[in-house]
């Protein structure tokens, strides 16, 4: 089969939704799919050319924008010349489009593509929520999805219901979850200091991700614990809000004591992977999560999630179950109480999690995407 996935952003890009392509291109190609990807993401060396990655060929065809945004000002047509007779990814079986919020050169390739009357899968990555529901013009374009034909998909329940209440229950949006390779993070946990719990979070620090809010609630956590109970907060990754929390952690003193903040940078999977080991819970604060791929990955490893209940980490975390699941900051301060106070509950998740496969395995996840395909055959008029 051949399969061609359209992303704004690929590798050399590090973020949520170019992880997950490269990684289902990759399994794809390695199943003997002829697997490429359309991008406006260049490299140090190509900017407009194609190349191979891991069996993947990767068309990369972008313009000169302020920080390499992902915008072509030809994006139909650049597209068009790749998928038409003769382009370079021409005869494609199957057309993935993935996109965020804002896709501003994924999303059309979802019209090009039906255009040429090519099957065709929109998988949403984001939360469309808040400013961006009422939008005339977010509503024109997933009606149009749905009279053309395109497969409607999203990661978790939070990214499908916005465009679920467009659509109307007519139009089905099934779920493909982003994939996780658990072998590869199934590994022995290191046991710590008893009277010290350690929470964990990996994130990018940036102001929706909530990395101030997370430290003020794991500060007013440590309060409510018991005399000789301590809470540790490692927190993994790197951005525009790192100067502001490191300032805050300076100014209350959470170097030492019963809260400590440790700030980790960003770190290598395998350091990660060595980090959620030596920890004992996970922590998620973004309350506009689609996913949440690092509190899978904490999942996997068997660690208690503490995330929000209305985010699509509620997808793979049940309350009581794979973690605690909060309604608001107040509640999700009380969970980090509870589970660093309740010794028998944080095992018994703890042993859930590490002996339970979690449904987004990367074979399970591989078949629900060729289900996605196939129901994407199925004849149906483009758009004019």
């Not at 059309?108 to 984001?126: E, K, N």
């Not at 809010?213 to 309060?223: K, N, Y």
Request: aromatic share 4%; glycine share 8%.
């Amino acid at each position: 089969m051949r399969i061609v996935h359209i992303s704004d952003c690929y590798p050399p890009r590090l973020g949520g939704i170019e992880t997950q392509v490269r990684a289902l291109a990759v399994r794809q190609a390695a199943a003997g799919h002829d697997v490429h990807v359309i991008t406006a993401t260049p490299t140090a060396t190509l900017r407009n050319g194609s190349e191979v990655l891991d069996g993947v060929v990767v068309h990369r065809t972008t313009v000169r924008m302020p920080a390499d945004i992902p915008v072509h000002p030809r994006v139909n047509a650049v597209i068009r010349e790749l998928l038409a007779d003769g382009g370079a990814s021409a005869g494609a079986d199957a057309v993935h489009v993935h996109g965020g919020v804002v896709s501003p050169f994924a999303y059309p390739g979802a019209r090009v593509a039906r255009q040429l009357d090519l099957p065709t899968v929109v998988t949403i990555h984001g939360v469309w929520g808040g400013v961006f529901s009422p939008a005339a013009r977010l509503a024109d374009l997933v009606t149009g999805w749905s009279r053309w034909g395109v497969v409607l998909t999203a990661v978790s329940d939070a990214a499908a219901d916005p465009i679920r209440r467009i659509v109307g229950p007519i139009v089905p949006v099934t779920l493909v979850p982003n994939g996780i390779d658990v072998d590869a993070w199934r590994i022995p946990h290191v046991v710590g200091d008893p009277d010290e719990v350690r929470l964990v979070a990996v994130m990018r620090l940036a102001p929706r991700k909530r990395a101030m809010p997370l430290v003020s609630m794991v500060q007013e956590a440590a309060s409510l614990l018991p005399a000789g109970r301590h809470l540790r907060l490692t927190i993994v990754g790197d951005g525009p809000m790192a100067a502001q929390v490191r300032r805050h952690i300076e100014r209350h003193g959470l170097t030492y004591g019963s809260c400590v903040v440790d700030l980790a940078g960003r770190l290598t999977p395998d350091q990660v992977r060595a980090t959620l080991a030596a920890s004992d819970v996970f922590v998620a604060p973004a309350t506009m999560e689609s996913f949440g791929i690092a509190a899978l990955e904490a999942r996997t490893v068997g660690l208690p999630v503490l995330a929000y209940a209305e985010t699509g980490i509620a997808t793979f975390v049940r309350d009581e179950q794979e973690g605690l699941l909060a309604a608001d900051d107040r509640a999700m301060t009380l969970a980090m109480a509870r589970i660093a106070t309740d010794d028998e509950l944080r095992r018994r998740i703890s042993e859930h999690n590490s002996t339970t496969e979690p449904a987004e395995a990367w074979a399970t996840v591989l078949a629900t995407v060729e289900a996605a395909y196939e129901q994407a055959r199925v004849p149906h008029a483009p758009p004019p």
